[in-house]
């Protein structure tokens, strides 16, 4: 599933009120409220059918409005007034960036009201195709994993021989009718009504909920402000350890639900303190009282900025006419994304296999020349800029690869000894030492920030009522019950490439139950580290286990490896003195078994190398996550598959060791590992991948068929290719609707109205 934000082109006032930007705004000082209530734009694309027909045409070819939908023009769009208040507050919010990259007042101003008209005509507009067509069809990379593996329960039905998903419910202009006009309905109400008719109830929940957590966010700020103030205390994050790419990041169409599937997400005002908040969590040091502070400062906001009455109580946010604003605005968006996915399908349709392999064969046609025609270097440069949206297609020869490195480092007592050894001897006489040292070499879990850093990411995982995920327990030590990202796990996918279940390794306690945690991490060999490695493995998936090579020694270990003499280390005479034997600082050889070999790689196939639950991907993920807990080399962090290593026989910019090692591992395959000694310590390195000679996803390399396959290389190529086209082509739909939609017949503005915003010098 492509990922998609659901972004809110509407005013965000909640978060601006947070920061406080409206206060002393010299823009309306001398604006009262009457003046802040005048319409300054209307927009009414209902009045002429033939306009719009031949406006469709346009657009879709032969097509037909329903004769049900031309009866009742009129009825069905009624016109939707901007305000001077909307005009100013989206300025607040989008219109300071203008200024600041040079746009006069007036440009901006003449650029953000373009955008509140456009707004209203591609809603006004989406409701006519929907209703001429009787249904909503939508491409299905718009809906999240959750919703297509239960499309029943939300509503929705495959469309057959399409990537169209269907809304189980049949639209008809009497229904859109029957909604829009309930009694008692005008106003902002009457338009979340009409815009409602046309959205699900997990839509409408997700709007809702996007909305509150918006001002749960702004007074969380002004309550933060208010908290430090009182207690003049800051943290500091200068220490803190990086996170997963993802980290605590909740699904985009996330949303707290109760039992029976309502919202159950309520704003935080201080005055309902005693009751049921749902999911909302209170920060940091608040009380009834900061949080009443805090609410009455956003309160305050409103009403400085004439989006509450004074006659309006405050006690229940949800009865403001500034809430039903809000929603409004949200519901428009959820409307103009849902839009934009009907259109995307429409592209996806009009969108042929060939040319889909064309893309493919550009590209790798491109890549071809380049590697052949390049360096090394050049080509690892390109292999670094590898993603989910960026490939590479085409390897020079065999033997390029990625690695990911743990590192387990000397101490600084450790390193001060072997220098003074490298400074009075020979570097024979370093390596005897250093191998020798590095039995002592100990290291320990490094998620300490993720604790006690400017954010706590931890949970206690065997308590009653978190996330109750079955996680690591090792053989090796006693560790601890506490995870990370709990949110990730729970509101989400989880994490690209990264396990999550392993806890951290040490004693954890909270004793003075303040959130400040004592943390003792246990000491671990880098034997007790390939240990946990192995089980751990074998913990995520039963059938993967880490193999020592029993050709290098007993059990994957050279067993000489710590006692060795400097003699060993000597390879050769030379003019310049000696050659070393860096196959002599290796420690241990293994593997692990992550399928069937096939162009030349320990793998399926290249093309399934990250398909979730694969045995790669499974190795991958475990391996990623012990790297995050143990590892003191930061810049292996946080890259797509580990650092890029050049074939044998070319050179690269690690140290001698490693590249010897990285070189030799990535000959060995995908799925191999490797421990070697540096003079920072221990490296342990995994080969995630490794690219074989040629079409690196073999004589076929795009597979149509396989587009809709989560993970595969297919399903990567074809969301980077449909998004660089679809945006595109939903931009030129929607520019050409607004030429022939946005005209004098349709809209009306009132720029007097708003001149002295246009006249600010």
């Not at 395959?669 to 421990?675: F, Q, S």
Request: charged fraction near 20%.
């Amino acid at each position: 599933m492509k990922k998609k934000l659901i972004t809110t082109i509407s005013c965000l006032l909640a978060a601006v009120f947070g920061l406080g930007m409206f206060s002393g705004c010299d823009l309306i000082e001398t604006d009262s409220r009457a003046d802040m209530e005048q319409v300054v734009a209307e927009v009414n694309i209902g009045g002429d059918a033939d306009a719009l027909e031949s406006m469709f045409n346009t657009i879709f070819g032969e097509y037909t409005l329903s004769s049900s939908v031309t009866d009742s023009l009129s009825e069905i769009i009624t016109t939707e007034n901007i305000y001077k208040r909307d005009l100013f507050a989206y300025f607040i919010n989008y219109g300071y960036s203008l200024v600041s990259g040079g746009s006069t007042y007036a440009e901006a101003f003449d650029s953000l009201m373009d955008n509140l008209v456009s707004n209203k005509i591609i809603v006004q507009y989406a409701m006519i195709y929907y209703l001429s067509e009787g249904e909503i069809v939508v491409d299905r990379d718009s809906l999240s994993p959750d919703v297509l593996e239960n499309l029943d329960d939300y509503g929705y039905e495959t469309v057959e021989g399409t990537d169209g998903i269907r809304v189980k419910k049949d639209l008809t202009v009497s229904g859109y009718l029957e909604a829009k006009n309930q009694e008692g309905l005008s106003g902002y109400a009457q338009t979340i009504a009409s815009i409602g008719y046309f959205l699900t109830e997990d839509e409408k929940n997700f709007a809702e909920y996007q909305l509150r957590l918006s001002i749960n966010n702004a007074i969380d700020s002004n309550e933060e402000a208010i908290i430090n103030a009182e207690s003049n205390s800051s943290s500091d994050s200068s220490s803190d350890r990086a996170t997963p790419t993802g980290a605590n990041e909740t699904d985009e169409n996330y949303y707290p639900k109760t039992e029976t599937g309502e919202l159950d997400y309520q704003v935080y005002t201080g005055s309902n303190y005693d009751q049921d908040l749902g999911e909302y969590e209170t920060i940091e040091g608040s009380t009834p009282v900061t949080r009443k502070k805090a609410y009455n400062q956003f309160i305050n906001s409103l009403i400085r900025n004439y989006l509450k009455d004074e006659s309006e109580s405050p006690t229940d946010i949800t009865a403001l006419n500034y809430y039903s604003l809000e929603l409004k605005t949200y519901y428009e968006q959820m409307m103009i994304n849902k839009f934009s996915d009907t259109l995307t399908l429409n592209m996806s349709n009009q969108r042929e296999k060939n040319d889909l392999n064309k893309e493919y064969s550009l590209l790798l046609e491109a890549q071809t020349g380049s590697a052949e025609d390049g360096s090394s270097s050049d080509f690892t440069t390109t292999m670094n800029s590898m993603s989910d949206s960026s490939f590479v297609l085409y390897s020079p020869s065999s033997g390029y690869g990625f690695v990911y490195n743990i590192l387990l480092p000397f101490s600084s007592m450790q390193s001060a000894y072997l220098t003074s050894v490298q400074n009075s001897g020979t570097g024979a006489d370093y390596y005897a030492a250093r191998n020798a040292m590095l039995k002592n070499v100990r290291g320990t879990d490094q998620r300490s920030s993720w604790f006690n850093g400017s954010e706590d990411y931890s949970y206690d995982a065997s308590e009653t009522g978190t996330a109750g995920v079955d996680y690591f327990k090792s053989d090796n030590f006693t560790n601890s019950s506490y995870l990370f990202f709990e949110d990730s796990y729970t509101k989400n996918d989880g994490i690209d490439r990264y396990a999550g279940k392993y806890p951290y390794n040490g004693s954890v306690s909270d004793d003075d139950g303040d959130g400040v945690y004592t943390l003792i991490p246990n000491k671990v060999s880098v034997e007790q580290l390939l240990d946990e490695f192995n089980d751990y493995l074998n913990f995520i998936d039963g059938d993967l286990t880490l193999a020592g090579d029993g050709a290098f020694g007993t059990d994957g270990y050279d067993t000489d490896f710590y006692t060795r003499s400097a003699s060993d280390f000597i390879s050769s005479s030379s003019p310049d003195g000696f050659a070393y034997d860096y196959e002599k600082m290796i420690y241990y050889k293994g593997s692990i078994a992550v399928g069937g070999v096939e162009n030349g790689l320990k793998n399926t196939t290249a093309a399934d190398l990250l398909k979730e639950g694969s045995d790669s991907y499974n190795a991958i993920s475990v391996f990623n996550e012990l790297m995050f807990a143990y590892s003191t080399d930061t810049g292996c962090l946080n890259t797509y598959l580990g650092y890029s290593i050049a074939a044998e026989g070319y050179s690269t910019s690690y140290v001698t060791e490693f590249e010897y090692a990285a070189q030799q591992a990535v000959a060995n395959g995908t799925g191999t590992v490797y421990v070697v000694a540096t003079e920072y310590g221990w490296h342990i390195m995994y080969v995630s991948m490794t690219l074989p000679a040629g079409n690196v996803y073999g004589a076929e390399g795009f597979d149509y068929d396989q587009r809709n396959e989560e993970g595969t290389f297919s399903y990567y190529f074809y969301q980077a290719m449909k998004d660089k086209v679809t945006t595109n082509y939903v931009d030129e739909i929607n520019t050409r609707v607004m030429e022939l939609l946005n005209v004098d017949a349709n809209v009306t503005i009132y720029q007097s109205r708003y001149e002295d915003f246009r006249s600010i010098a």
